[in-house]
């Protein structure tokens, strides 16, 4: 991209790495990031991500199937490490000739990451600590993601800066780090880059893109929306576990701490098991993302998204989107 040869300069590991124009990944966005995002983002300079979340091989043979035939340039696949059948989806990844496969979730089961690579293909891994994010790269890790918890979806509890400053300094010289988490504007693409990160991951900047084929009343609850709106999840009660995720306010998210709320009760009534307790909380939101995004369920469906939301304000093409961000990050290094 030799207009914008400073930041290019910068992302020339990632991309090479990705094999993308730039080194701006879109993050996987369940129900969002399917054939039409994720070729759009490749195919603008980007790279896309397949978002498989719960996906049956099957489903997912040809998510991969119909990306491919809209993709000119290379994208990648997210896949869960909890799902049940990982080995078949990493098998499906394989057949397909995925070059790089993303895995979410968690730390990796065993034989994971070596069964990815004997296919031919890239892994990167979410490194939550810089402990974690170096036992990552010794078992084999190509390139990380560290991810704050200003970004939308499920997020951890370090925001991207303290993230980077913590990780960048050790890990970036040698190794592949994409920064992701509340990047809304390509100045702070540049100041990652600048503190040796190799690319950048954008989820919600991308999420109500025109190529988007999520709801029109999902993306205008996002045109509408202010940072303070994207709130993390609360838990109530110690016995009950619920993992933090990052969503617009709405009446589902103050049900969940009603309900939170009530669960606790009939556990201190010992009317139900602390399993089936735990269950109840664990399945509330299971299909609500879908609700939003598909049905266009704002009220009781999952908003996810990431503190930057209100950095978006109207649907654009994806490729206007790159394009804003790489300006915005190559006239932020020429001012220096
Ligand atoms: C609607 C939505 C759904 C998401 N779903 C997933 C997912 O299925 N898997 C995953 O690894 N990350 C998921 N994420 C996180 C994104 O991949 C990305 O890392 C994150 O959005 C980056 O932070 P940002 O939102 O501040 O740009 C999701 C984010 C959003 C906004």
Known sequence: MSTYPKTAALMRRGADFLGSETAILCGAMSWVSERNLVSAISNAGG???IACGAMTPELLDSEIAATSALATAPFGVNLITMHPQLFDLIEVCTRHGVGHVVLAGGIPPKGSVEAI?????KVICFAPTLALAKKLLRS????LV????EAGGHIGPVSTSVLAQEMLPELAEEHLVFVAGGIGRGEAIAGYLEMGACGVQLGTRFACATESIAHPDFKKAFFRANARDAVASVQVDPRLPVIPVRALRNKGTEHFTSKQREVAGSLDREEVAMAEAQLQIEHYWAGALRRAVIDGDVENGSLMAG???GMVKAEEPVAEIIAQLMAESEAALTRR
Do not use: R
């Open 146 to 149: 560290i991810e704050g918890m």
């Open 140 to 143: 084999g890790a190509d390139a």
């Open 307 to 309: 503190q930057s939301v």
């Open 117 to 121: 690579k004997a296919g031919g293909a």
């Open 47 to 49: 790279f896309g991500v």
